[in-house]
């Protein structure tokens, strides 16, 4: 079975510390990775692909097949980066698969 | 409209009732998902429809019952649920079903409630 794996059920860091949150998967062919947010009391929403490559809010993702790691990280860590997060693999064609999830939360 | 919306917010039933939840996209997508979410655990999917047709039943029990009367519109149908069927309950779409790049946009969900 393929498997995401999100080793930490709660991250906390102080504004301005980096945050790095991990995310692992099990995947016998070529994975699609993609991190979630969801903030308080708003809905799930996409942050970043893997195949984007991009920057979103000052995070960013790489996919390493070597490790099988999709960590996700920032510099520098804002209160506003509050949330939860979620890692999940495409598998097959259609069907998403969810981490556990990570709570990150940016104290002042 | 870019978003998917879904109703009711709440949702109390007794184990003998029938309700449905219904999603709505007005975006052109042509694949919609269902998800349950329990408390502290994220969500897994239940079913997937590609242009109107069911292409993924993940093993769910028979009380729940998908519908996807045209492209924008999605339901299920609930029947004889039982308390361990209380969760959050997501809508989702995108554009197709599957392939790269195809981001699923989720609506803010129906939270169930079965006493």
């Known amino acids: 079975a393929q498997r995401v794996t999100q080793p930490e059920k709660l991250l906390s860091v102080f504004k301005g510390a980096p945050v790095e949150l991990k995310c692992n998967y099990s995947?016998?062919?070529?994975?699609?990775l993609f991190w979630y947010v969801q903030y308080s009391r708003q809905r799930l929403q996409l942050l970043l692909r893997?195949?984007s490559r991009e920057s979103i809010k000052g995070f960013t993702a790489d996919l390493n097949k070597g490790e099988t790691s999709f960590h996700l990280k920032k510099p520098f860590a804002q209160e506003e980066d509050s949330a939860m997060y979620y890692c999940a693999l495409r598998e097959g064609f259609q069907k998403l698969v969810f981490g556990t999830g990570t709570r990150l939360l940016v104290s002042p | 409209d870019t978003e998917v919306t879904q109703t009711p917010k709440h949702l109390v039933m007794g184990m003998t009732n029938k309700k449905s939840l219904k999603c709505e996209q007005h975006m052109g997508h042509r694949a919609m998902y269902w998800y349950k979410q329990k408390a502290k655990k994220p969500p897994e999917l239940m079913f997937v429809?590609?242009?109107?047709?069911?292409?993924i039943n993940e093993s769910v029990p028979s009380r729940f019952s998908p519908e996807c009367p045209n492209s924008s519109l999605l339901n299920l149908h609930l029947h004889a649920l039982q308390p361990e069927d209380s969760a959050l309950y997501l809508c989702?779409?995108?554009?197709?079903?599957?392939?790269?790049?195809?981001?699923?946009?989720f609506g803010p969900g129906t939270r169930l409630t079965v006493l």
């Open positions: 995947y016998s062919g070529s994975p699609e």
């Open positions: 429809y590609s242009y109107e047709k069911l292409s």
């Open positions: 989702a779409s995108s554009l197709e079903a599957g392939g790269p790049g195809n981001e699923q946009f």
């Open positions: 893997h195949i």
